[in-house]
């Protein structure tokens, strides 16, 4: 059982806070990614759990044990390193084995667990091979191999795809997935890119300057964003945010522009409080051409600045009350710039932020 | 067309014209070299003819047999007993400095430390001092000690002369390892110890060998500072040994060339033998790119 416990983890470099004390409780093969902009200290946190970096308060446990003055050797963990870190002059078999070898198992056993290891990442051709003679993904599943074939009881993983182009990293996103189906450990995952993080986490942690914004499923952080922030980190295109006051019952907008309450908002809001109106580019569409045609809804007339045809959908970008806008339109209607349209807003999937804290007003 | 004709052939004039160059200057370098060879190999009248003789008419190992006193009036020179005192001075050395430069080389490229720019500059600066501007003080010294003409002696000043060296290049080294190996070491189970042996020094290692053959190098032809330190058989070595030559008013250059070629060859042979590593450079296929 290797449950992963944070528990006031604190980093200083020097007199430099870096991580302000996060607690974070990851399950036993939980699938965790940790995601965050540049510089919020998530490479720093994942480091902490491998013994990499010293911990400067707080406590770490892995397991039952208190892993804050093991060395990584002591914590049965493995890791696959953003630039892979293959030992260059060692062929591809004694990259996956070298660990194995250092832990004095018998040769047979490590050829058994190399060759096991290499077929499920499709690496056998390649055994003989130094790492030069490998391609980038070729790389980065050897890392991986490495890191799978000593059955530690954490992966973790430091942006492993970033060096990857768009279309392998897609793969390579996919074979993680289904590698961590196949063996069941627990996982945390840094990446700086949402979708890398949407799309493998069981718990995402969104993280900004040294704190947890916000934890929870992908699809929850992505239906209840907790602040602006995380609204705008999390989905892409990014959600839009307009200022806006609770005034006779309704959203104004800085033109004076009316949208209705939220329904489910409306307790949360009193007349004259400054807010941020927060709407997906998805949830406003021209007429008739949204995901939802019923629900709550608010019509805006706007005219579209740019468009950028998707195939099935466009990207719009128009503006209301002063502030650019982003929309989609679903369907392969081909729209001008210039065009007026009638727009709808599907309120039941709006929000409402405070404006000075930033925070969701759910969340008072 | 005729336009990319004329600019390759242009090219391959300009070419030829470096290559010439190159072959001028080596040949204008390695003269002297050359003299100094053929000339171990035939008699001193042939080496004073005017105008001079290139190739030897008579060529001849006599002076080789002379500087080893072999069935001639010569007076032998302690040959053997130079060339163990260098080989045993050299490598001793060189081994020494080359454990400090490891340690030191390690130390700069990986840890943070109180100090650590005044040291790395200090010793370049000391780098810079020419060995034999201190002559006087480490002769005052060496003579308080007692270890004027002793082995120990010039082994304590090439040791000194060759560690601001490999320290630099051996850092340089390190430097370019991705910490990130070592750090992969030790997530796979190694100490940083295990880590440092069984993967950054591997990596280092064709930078280490460098380091050896250029500290090795430094303390064989080492001259100024040895003939000073030196004075018998007990620790003269063969650059200083090859004064023998001079008496009051003649110079044996047919020995003294002689004794040049033996002291040449073994740089010559480990230069290379190492040569390989030496060029090599490093692959670090691991790390991306
Ligand atoms: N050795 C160090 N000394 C001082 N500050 C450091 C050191 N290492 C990292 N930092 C700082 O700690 C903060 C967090 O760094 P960290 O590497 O964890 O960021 P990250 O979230 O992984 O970012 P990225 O996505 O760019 O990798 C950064 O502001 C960085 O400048
Ligand atoms: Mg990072």
């Not at chain 2, 190159?22 to 001193?44: K, Q």
């Not at chain 2, 020419?130 to 002559?135: K, N, T, V, W």
Request: with cysteine; proline share 5%.
């Amino acid at each position: 059982m290797a449950e992963i416990t944070l528990d006031k983890v604190v980093k200083k470099y020097g007199g430099l806070d870096v991580v302000h004390g996060i607690d974070l409780q990851i399950a036993h093969e939980e699938f965790v990614v940790l995601v965050g902009p540049s510089g919020c200290g998530k490479s720093t946190t994942l480091r902490m759990i491998a013994g990499l970096e010293d911990i400067s308060g707080g406590l770490v446990k892995i397991g039952d044990r208190v892993v804050n003055d093991l060395p990584p050797r002591k914590r049965n963990i493995s890791m696959v390193f953003q630039n892979y870190a293959l030992y260059p002059h060692m062929n591809v078999r004694e990259n996956l084995g070298f660990g194995l070898k250092i832990a004095g198992e018998a040769t047979a056993s490590i050829v058994k667990r190399v060759d096991e290891a290499a077929e499920i990442l499709g690496l056998t051709p390649l055994l003989d091979r130094t790492p030069a003679e490998l391609s980038g993904g070729q790389r980065q599943r050897v890392a991986m191999g490495r890191a799978i074939v000593r059955r530690p009881d954490v992966f973790l993983f430091d942006e492993p795809l970033s060096n990857l182009d768009a279309k392998l990293r897609g793969q390579m996103r996919a074979e993680i997935k289904k590698l961590h189906q196949k063996v069941r450990t627990t996982v945390v995952y840094v990446t700086h890119d949402q979708v890398e993080a949407m799309t493998l986490a069981d718990r995402i942690v969104v993280m900004r300057d040294g704190r947890i914004e916000q934890v929870g499923s992908p699809m929850d952080v992505f239906n209840h964003p907790r602040t602006t922030f995380v609204a705008t980190f999390i989905g892409s295109p990014p959600m839009n945010l307009l200022p806006a006051t609770i005034s006779g019952g309704a959203v104004r907008l800085a033109d004076g522009t009316a949208v209705p309450i939220p329904d489910r908002l409306s307790d949360r809001v009193h007349e004259g409080r400054r807010v941020t109106l927060g709407i997906r580019p998805d949830d406003i569409s021209p007429v008739g051409h949204g995901l939802s045609q019923d629900g709550p809804g608010a019509e805006v007339e706007m005219e579209v600045e740019l468009a950028e045809p998707l195939g099935m959908e466009s990207l719009i970008y128009t503006r209301l009350a002063g502030q650019e806008v982003q929309a989609k339109l679903y369907g392969p209607r081909l729209v001008q710039p210039g065009e007026r349209l009638s727009f709808r807003m599907a309120l039941d999937r709006a929000h409402l932020f405070d404006a000075e804290t930033g925070r969701s007003v759910r969340e008072d | 067309m005729t336009a990319t004709v004329e600019s390759q052939r242009s090219k391959a004039l300009k070419r030829a014209g470096l290559t010439a160059l190159t072959f001028l200057l080596m040949v204008v370098m390695c003269v002297p070299g050359l003299w100094v060879v053929l000339s171990a190999f035939r008699p001193n009248a042939e080496i004073l003819a005017k105008p001079p003789v290139w190739i030897p008419q008579n060529p001849t190992f006599d002076n080789f047999r002379k500087i080893f006193g072999l069935g001639t009036d010569q007076v032998a020179i302690p040959v053997g007993s130079y060339f163990m005192n260098s080989l045993i001075i050299a490598l001793t050395s060189t081994a020494i400095a080359l454990m400090i430069g490891m340690a030191g080389g390690y130390a700069f490229a990986r840890y943070r430390f109180r100090g650590k720019g005044g040291i790395f500059l200090g010793l370049m600066l000391f780098r810079a001092v020419p060995g034999i501007a201190l002559s006087l003080p480490v002769f005052i010294i060496w003579s308080k000690m007692g270890i004027i003409d002793t082995k120990l002696g010039l082994i304590i000043v090439y040791v000194s002369l060759n560690v601001p060296f490999t320290i630099w290049l051996i850092d340089g080294f390190f430097r370019q390892i991705p910490l990130s190996l070592s750090e992969a070491a030790q997530v796979d189970g190694c100490t940083r110890w295990q880590a440092y042996w069984k993967i950054e020094f591997p990596l280092a290692r064709s930078g280490i060998a460098a380091a050896g053959v250029f500290a090795f190098l430094t303390s064989w032809n080492e001259f100024a500072l040895a003939s000073q330190l030196t004075r018998s058989t007990t620790s003269k070595t063969l650059p200083v040994g090859l004064l023998d030559f001079t008496a009051q008013f003649t110079i044996d250059w047919a020995g003294m060339c002689a004794m040049a070629v033996i002291i040449i060859v073994p740089a010559l042979i480990l230069t290379f033998l190492v040569q390989k590593h030496l060029i090599a450079g490093l692959t670090f296929g691991g790390v991306k790119g």
